[in-house]
């Protein structure tokens, strides 16, 4: 049977087929928001008011929903998280990083480390697609870095400082891209805790995020005043400048001009979340949609959830293998016919798997419609293979 002939009979369609890993699904609240506060903002310039005040909104919304400590701040720039990853190259570590790798974006940030010349190569240390591997102490190591949410596999890691890393002077950098607002954190366990906005934020891409603890932007100003291209010791392309982004987030700008579409859904998301009672009611929807995911996976006769340990599933993005006889290809693509989207896995991980982002914005209601959907498409290809 041609997969995108079958159709789903309505009262199973969920209200609302996306369920990305990134992008993920924005409310409509929030292109509303956008629509209305975009008719004066858009096409205007991010160095007055009417822009700062959006940027400044955005820090403390996120300040007050990650309850930061004394100290700590919220800066932004351009780039995303993979431009992040270059951001902590240049400007974080000093010598040599221990990095967590175990799965395609841990892996990238490591990438990154290894290909900047004025560094050590980072000690690593990794684990098997679907477990996770935070590093060990490392005498040699001045900055640790691992991913609280790996993206590609839909595994959780703990975040918690490596013990003795910050007696020895070493900061704690977490990847929390497709974490942030999903996952339950204690950002005084690090030093940076950066993301983009376009996974639970529900937002754009374009832009990373770091909440920085008074030790890393020491860290930075150190680096920029005695390890500098005029120093002779690295290049900071100005591109790359930590420094610069904090000096000008302080002033609710960035280096260059951002995207205000992304910083005004991300405003109406921040306020959003914090009315609905912060992280603490996010990660619990989180929570809710993912153990369902999980309970239906597990007693499913074509799926599974991939990871094996419960203690390090995701409650962000949910991956769950297929048997054998039944495509991930055909599934997709029924699903797609029907209105429900990006819900593949991770294509370099190479397993029959579907992965779902379940993040704030997806409601509780839709992702249990999804599993009946995914169980009326699984009958109908598996009765005619
Ligand atoms: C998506 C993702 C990134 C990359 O984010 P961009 O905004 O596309 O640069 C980095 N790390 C993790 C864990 C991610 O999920």
Not at 41 to 62: A, F, M, Y
Not at 67 to 93: K, Q, R, T
Not at 155 to 168: I, L, N, T
Request: glycine share 8%; proline share 6%.
């Amino acid at each position: 049977m041609n997969p995108t002939d079958i159709i789903i009979p309505h009262d199973l369609l969920p209200q609302d087929g996306r369920f990305g890993s990134g992008p993920s699904k924005i409310r409509p609240a929030q292109i509303d928001a956008l629509s209305a506060a975009g008719r004066t903002l858009l096409g205007t310039s991010h160095r007055q008011d009417p822009v700062k005040n959006v940027v400044g909104s955005i820090r403390e919304g996120l300040s007050e929903f990650f309850h930061i400590p004394d100290g700590y701040e919220a800066v932004l720039g351009n780039g995303g998280a993979s431009a992040f990853w270059d951001v902590i190259c240049a400007n974080v570590i000093t010598r040599t990083a221990a990095v967590g790798v175990y799965g395609s974006f841990s892996q990238k940030m490591a990438t990154s480390i290894v290909s900047a010349p004025f560094l050590n190569d980072p000690v690593i240390y990794e684990s098997a697609p679907g477990t996770y591997r935070i590093p060990d102490f490392t005498p040699e190591a001045d900055t640790y870095c691992w991913a609280h949410n790996e993206t590609s596999t839909g595994v959780a890691a703990p975040v918690r400082r490596v013990p003795g890393s910050r007696e020895a002077g070493a900061l704690t950098v977490v990847d929390a891209t497709s974490a942030a607002a999903a996952l339950p954190v204690d950002i005084s366990e690090t030093d940076i805790y950066y993301f983009s906005p376009q996974k639970a934020f529900g937002s754009e891409g374009g832009l990373w995020i770091a909440i920085l603890s008074p030790a890393a932007v020491e860290r930075a100003f150190h680096i920029g005043e005695t390890l500098e291209c005029a120093h002779g010791e690295r290049w900071i392309p100005p591109f790359l400048s930590l420094t610069s982004a904090i000096t000008n987030s302080r002033k609710n700008q960035t280096l260059n001009t951002p995207s205000l579409s992304t910083l005004l859904l991300l405003d109406n998301q921040v306020r959003y979340l914090n009315e609905q009672g912060g992280l603490a009611w996010s990660s619990k929807h989180c929570a809710d949609n993912a153990q369902l995911l999980y309970t239906w996976a597990e007693a499913s006769s074509f799926a599974n959830p991939f990871v094996e340990d419960p203690a390090a599933r995701s409650n962000s993005v949910v991956t769950v293998d297929l048997v054998e006889d039944l495509h991930d290809s055909d599934v997709l693509a029924a699903l797609r016919t029907n209105g429900i989207v990006d819900v593949s896995g991770y294509r370099k991980l190479g397993r029959n798997q579907l992965r779902v982002g379940v993040f704030p914005n997806v409601q509780t209601r839709d992702v249990a419609q999804l599993t009946h959907c995914i169980d009326y498409v699984a009958r109908q290809l598996l009765m005619n293979s």
